[in-house]
């Protein structure tokens, strides 16, 4: 098992000092999308932390914890974004973006599924 000893701060983020003598960057405020890609009308969990952070000072998605997950239904791609205070009073923004793909046309002509944009074409003709 590895130990990881705070060496001190970097510009952008925390510098670790693994038993092995690497460095380990770690960053003051992750954001991520688990799934990043989805199909529109489903949705995907996002997921943050900040090892270092003590307030959330805007976010959103609705965010008030500086470490936590929550589910969100986009209906287009969006660009979700967090912002940080540390202890030591540094801010800091972490941000990611969830691409929404359109449903696949079921190749219907009736209002049963698939993509608007492929049914408005096929009914130009």
Known sequence: MRKLVVVGWMALGLTLLA???EEVHIQPVLLRADPDTITSGDSTELKWSSPGGIQVMKSNFGAQAVNGSTSVSPTSTTEYSITVRLA??????AKCTVQVDDPVDDGGGDDSGGDDFHKMKKHRR
């Not at 030591?88 to 923004?93: E, G, Q």
Request: hydrophobic content about 10%.
């Open 19 to 21: 038993c092995t003598g």
């Open 88 to 93: 030591s009073n540094d801010i800091y923004t």
